[in-house]
C-alpha cells in the first residue's frame, strides 16, 4: 500500500498503474469521456483533480482509495 503526502505523487502512481495495465493516455481519457490532452494535463497537476474525477480515474485504473486513521498506524521516521 502506498501512503500519500504530497499531490504529485497522485499523478506519478495513475501513470504507472495505468502503463502496467497497457493503457494510453487517449483509451482512458477516452473512457473518462475527457480529451486525451486534459488527461495528460491531470497526470502532471494531479492537484487540479476534483473528487469526482479522482475517483472515475481510480475506479477506471482498478485502484483502490482506503481512508485509515493515522492514530491506528502512526508513520515510522522513515515515512517522514
Known amino acids: ?11 506519478t502512481i495513475l501513470v504507472a498503474r495505468r502503463k502496467e495495465l497497457g493503457l ?25 483533480l476534483t473528487v469526482d474525477r479522482l475517483l472515475a480515474i481510480t475506479g477506471l485504473l482498478e485502484i483502490e482509495l482506503v ?6 498506524n502512526p508513520p515510522t521516521f522513515s515515512e517522514w
Open 24 to 48: 494510453t493516455q487517449a483509451k482512458v481519457a477516452a473512457r473518462l469521456n475527457i480529451s486525451q490532452n486534459r488527461l495528460s494535463e491531470l497526470e502532471n497537476q494531479p492537484g487540479q
Open 1 to 11: 500500500m502506498q501512503k500519500l503526502s504530497i499531490s504529485s505523487q497522485i499523478g
Open 67 to 72: 481512508q485509515q486513521d493515522r492514530r491506528q
